[in-house]
């Protein structure tokens, strides 16, 4: 039963709304940035940034520094999974993160 209620705890924090629309974003980008999840989402860098906060401390994403940018990853399996499944059935997504991704790059 601890396993279930650490699913759970990892479900919860993964079920609001803009959690969900960010694990999308990191999901569909091989390396996404705090201002590429702010502009896709419209939404401001200290919201994205208190919501990623509680998916780093859950341990459901990870950063890393790549010159001048934070970029991050979902670093837990079940939730790639879930993620993946959820991007795959929601087009709206998948098109503006490409549209945002390809208008930040050269």
């Not at 940018?69 to 670093?75: E, L």
Request: hydrophobic share 40%; proline share 4%; aromatic share 4%.
């Amino acid at each position: 039963m601890a396993k279930i209620d650490e699913l759970a705890a990892i479900m919860k924090a993964c079920g609001h709304p803009l959690r969900l629309k960010i694990l999308c974003a990191i999901q569909m980008g091989e390396e996404t940035c705090v201002s590429e999840l702010w502009n896709c989402l419209d939404q401001s860098q200290p919201v994205v940034s208190q919501h990623l906060a509680v998916l780093k401390r859950r341990g459901i994403v990870k950063s890393e520094v790549q010159g001048n940018k934070r970029v991050y990853r979902i670093c837990d399996p079940f939730v790639r999974t879930i993620v993946s499944a959820m991007v795959d059935s929601v087009d709206e997504v998948k098109q503006k993160i490409r549209s945002i991704q390809y208008k930040d790059r050269p």
